[in-house]
Structure formats: C-alpha cells, structure tokens
C-alpha cells in the first residue's frame, strides 16, 4: 500500500522507475566514450598547425566524419544524462529545477543537431 | 528545541572544510569527477562551435581558431585535455565499481594513484604528439 497521496504521485515526486534505465544508459554511453575519446584527443593533436584547408580535409574523410557524428551523438547524450543528475542535487526549489532541466535538455539538443549537421555539411558538401 | 526553518540560523558546510573536515584522496577525486564532468560539458559546446564554424566557412573558421591558437586558448585546451582524461580515468574506474570490484580500502587508493598519474601522463602524451612530433 502507498502512503503517498494521489496529489504526490501525479508530480512525479516518487519512482517513475525510470532510474534503472538513467544508470545503464549512463554507463553505456560511457562506455562508449573511452575509445571514442581516446580517438578524438589524439587525432585532433596530430592537426596542430592545420589550416582551414587541412581540417576540412581531415574531416571529409568518410571514417572520420561517422566516428565523428558517434563521438557528438554519444558525448551530448552522455552529458545531457550526467548534467541532469548535477541539476537534481543541486537545484532544490521545484520550479527552477524544471525550469532548468528542460532548458538543459533543449539546449544539448540543439549543439548535437547542429554539430552533427555542421560535420555533416563538411563531410558531403 | 530545533524547529525547522527555512533558514537555519547555524554554519553551512563550507566552513567545515580544512579545520574541521580532512581532505582525503578519495573525496577530492569523487569531486574532481563531478568537477571534470560539468567542464566537458562546457568544453562540448566549445567543440560545437568549432565543427559549426568549419562548416560556415573559411571566415568564419578564422574567427574561432584565432582564439584556439592563442596563448589562452591553448592553456583552455590543455584543462580540457587533462579533465578528459581524468574524468575517462575515473569514469572507468567507476565502471569497475559497477561490477562491484576493486572495493576495498587498499583497492580505492591505489585506484585513485593510478588515475591521476595516468591523466597526467596521458595529457603529456597528447601534448607532446600535437608541439613535438
Ligand atoms: C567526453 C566528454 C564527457 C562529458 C562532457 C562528460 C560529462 C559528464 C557529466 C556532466 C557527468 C555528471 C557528473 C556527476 O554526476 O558527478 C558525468 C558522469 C559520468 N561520466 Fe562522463 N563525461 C564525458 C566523458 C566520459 C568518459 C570518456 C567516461 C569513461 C568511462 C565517462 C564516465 C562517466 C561516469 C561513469 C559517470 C557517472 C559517475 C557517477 O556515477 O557519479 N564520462 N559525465
């Protein structure tokens, strides 16, 4: 039996049972990242000194331009997860964790679209 | 008797810090995890903005890699050189924790050592590939 009143539940202030699944997708994602990190740190090293030129070429090749949308796609899900946990033990009043959530999750949104399509736009232009 | 209140008349925990609470290797590197975290995250937007720039053309390229080369920019990279390969570090010893190993005393130091000497060696690595090599 719940000791919760009908009101708490409906504002989510309880399990959604959605923290199994923020885990996983946590450590997946992180997962990924170790050799996808490892790649870029040290393949953008090797282009110290390059001109615009030079970085777009490297770019352009096709097995670059896809590690390169995985690498956007896994690091803004990865961080959109891991900034949410910083705002929910940091933001106490209710209103402005929303408030901040949702502009978080809107704005990571928007620099992995705009990133990948930017790569994108390189690599087939 | 305490009443709760909104705004407790007592001290906040940061005056605990240094004299009253001892800074440990362990606490130090957990919020140096969330530190790193929050930082690449920034860093992340950097690196949008230097693949939207790209895209946008030769002019628009220079704007952005004119700061990236000076002196500011290359010491703004190397803190998020090192705080990649920290928090990568750490991240995976996180991941070890998750399976539940490496959990006693002696197994967190030594965990801890071996990250910060590796994020530092790996940061050195990745400098010395990008100005020497
Ligand atoms: C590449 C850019 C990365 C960004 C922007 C990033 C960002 C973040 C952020 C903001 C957090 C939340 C911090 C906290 O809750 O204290 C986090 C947590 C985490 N990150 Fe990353 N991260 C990145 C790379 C990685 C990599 C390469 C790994 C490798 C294993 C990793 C593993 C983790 C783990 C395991 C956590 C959860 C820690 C916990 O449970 O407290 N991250 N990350």
Known sequence: MSLRSPLGRARGLGSAKQGVHHFWVQRVSSAALVPLSLWFVFSVARLHGADYAAVKHWVSAPSVAVALVLFLATLFYHSMLGVQVVIEDYVGHEGARLASLVLSKFVHAILAAASIFAVLKVALG | MSTPSSAPNRPLSPFMLGQYYRFQLTSVLSFLHRLTGVGLSLGAALLALWLIALAGGPWMYAAVARHLTAW??????FGFTWALMYHLGNGIRHLVWDFGYA???????????IVAAASLLLTAAVWALAYAI
């Open chain 2, 72 to 77: 500011y920019g290359q010491v703004l990279l």
């Open chain 2, 103 to 113: 959990f006693s005393m002696k197994a967190v130091y030594a965990g801890g050592y």
